[in-house]
């Protein structure tokens, strides 16, 4: 769904900024009288000196009662809809729930969060590894995890990864049933202090 809204809402950007754009290229280059073409009477730049709102247009809205409400109202709709629009970027990227084929021709979910947490458990429990933090995306059906692992200050990255690859995925993938989890692994180390040797 929000992929769609996503898709359409930069269709109609690119339409009327290119609308946009080409009014304004038009009229600067006064490409009607060089090219020998007529424009439609509601064109909004006629010349280089034409403006999109004259100094009697201005004054005419701004003598209107309604104007300021009007252009008020617009303006908190945009924000709103603008903030709606990145909340929901920032939200749409964690899967709620895994379907799992039970085997019987019948399927079954598992909460996605629930994944997440005992994931994220595993991977905090191996030796060398002081945080994690997972997060599942993709679809339903063939989920992907992101995970963010902070190492402590002796840990190896290269076994951590490993145990991680080897024994937190394994039995995710082993206890959900999923024939593959693919997982794209970030690695940190926690800031210390560094030890002063006498």
Known sequence: MLTTVNRVLVALAGVVLVALGAAVLIGALDLQRHWDFALPSAWPFDGPQDVLLGRADRRKWRGEDWWWPAVIVTLAAVVLLALWWLLAQLRRHRLREIVIDTGDGEAAALRGPALETALAAEAESLDGVDRALVVLRGRSAAPEARIALTL??????????????????????SSAGLGRLPAEVRLGVVRHRAERVD
């Open 152 to 173: 402590a200050p002796h840990a190896s990255p290269d076994t951590a990864l490993r145990r991680v690859g080897d024994e937190a995925l394994a039995h995710a993938r």
